[in-house]
């Protein structure tokens, strides 16, 4: 699965604990520092297909103040494909801070 940063921050959204729809895009927010912020229709749709490819699963659905949330929460497939991610993230990421070393090394403008 190809999975886009809006995939990726859900998924680490959810790492820690089961969440409701506005509480994964509160701790998008968080953790992006405020430099991502899903919308609503966004994240059901990202949810859909995480949900589709089994990498987090509805947990429960509670009702608070007449309206129905759902909780989802991240499947062990899910953990496995977000480190996957996380490590080709980073390996890119260490390439790039690796030539703007030598970049900078070299004097280049």
């Known amino acids: 699965m190809n999975m886009t940063e809006p995939m990726f921050l859900a998924l680490t959204a959810l790492v820690d604990e089961p969440r409701h729809g506005y509480g994964i895009l509160q701790e998008v927010d968080r953790l992006s520092e405020g430099r991502t912020q899903l919308k609503i229709g966004t994240l ?62 070299g004097g280049a403008a």
């Open 44 to 105: 059901y749709g990202v949810l859909d297909r995480l949900s589709a490819a089994g990498l987090v699963a509805l947990d429960r659905e509670e009702v608070q103040q007449g309206r129905l949330r759902r909780y989802y929460r991240l499947t062990d497939e899910g953990a496995r494909a977000l480190q996957e991610e996380a490590a080709r993230l980073a390996a890119t990421a260490h390439a790039a801070t690796a030539r703007l070393r030598v970049r900078t090394a």
